[in-house]
C-alpha cells in the first residue's frame, strides 16, 4: 500500500469512529477530509530520513517531529472549519494521553478535540499493518494487541475499547485490517 492510499484508509477509519462517537455524517465527513492531510508535512523531511531503512538516530528524529510543524505552515492559508481541523489534527496527531510516556510536543489528547485522537489511532494502527522500509508488515491481530497494549498511555482506554469493537466487528472496516 503507497502512502497515497494507506491516507484513504487512515481518513475512512478516523471517519468510521466519529461516526461511532456520535458526530453527524456531515462532520464525520469534514474529520475524514481533515485526517487525510495529518502527514501533509512529510513532504518536506529529506528523503534520506524519509525513507531510511534503518532506525532513526536522535537528531534525525527530531527532523521527523518537524513534520507536524511543517504540515501546519502548508496548510495556514486554509481557513474555516476544515482548514481549522485540518491545522490541529497535523500538529497534533502524534500526541499521547499520557504526555509523560510519549508525544512530541508534551500536551495530552485529553486537552485536544477527539478527532485528534481517532487519526492517532488510525494512524498507528494502519502503520502497524503496512510495510515500511524499515519494517515488515504486522498481522492485524497483532497489530491491535498494540493498540491494547497502549490503552491509558497513547490513547484513551475508551477510545481504544471502541477501535477493538470496530476492527473486530464492524464491515466498514476494510477486510485487510479487520480482526475476526
Not at 517531529?65 to 481549522?84: C, F
Not at 508525544?103 to 515500511?132: H, K, M, N, Q
Not at 470496530?166 to 479487520?178: E, G, K, Q, T, Y
Amino acid at each position: 500500500m503507497n502512502h497515497k492510499e494507506e491516507n484513504k484508509v487512515i481518513a475512512r477509519l478516523t471517519e468510521i469512529i466519529a461516526l461511532e462517537s456520535g458526530y453527524s455524517p456531515e462532520k464525520a465527513e469534514q474529520i475524514k477530509t481533515a485526517a487525510a492531510m495529518h502527514d501533509i508535512g512529510k513532504q518536506k523531511i529529506p528523503k534520506n530520513i524519509l525513507l531510511k531503512p534503518g532506525e532513526l538516530d536522535a537528531r534525525e528524529f527530531e527532523i521527523m517531529k518537524t513534520h507536524t510543524k511543517l504540515g501546519l505552515e502548508m496548510l495556514a492559508t486554509i481557513q474555516g472549519n476544515l482548514g481549522d481541523m485540518a491545522k490541529i489534527i497535523c500538529l497534533y496527531h502524534h500526541e499521547w494521553h499520557k504526555p509523560s510516556e510519549g508525544g512530541y510536543w508534551g500536551v495530552s489528547t485529553y486537552y485536544l478535540p477527539d478527532y485528534v485522537s481517532f487519526v492517532s489511532i488510525s494512524d498507528v494502527y494502519t502503520a502497524c499493518c503496512s510495510e515500511r522500509c524499515y519494517k515488515s508488515a504486522w498481522k492485524p491481530k497483532d497489530a491491535l494487541d498494540h493498540i491494547e497494549n497502549q490503552a491509558g498511555t497513547q490513547f484513551c482506554p475508551e477510545l481504544v475499547k471502541l477501535f477493538s469493537s470496530l476492527i473486530r466487528h464492524d464491515n466498514r472496516v476494510p477486510a485487510f485490517l479487520a480482526v475476526a
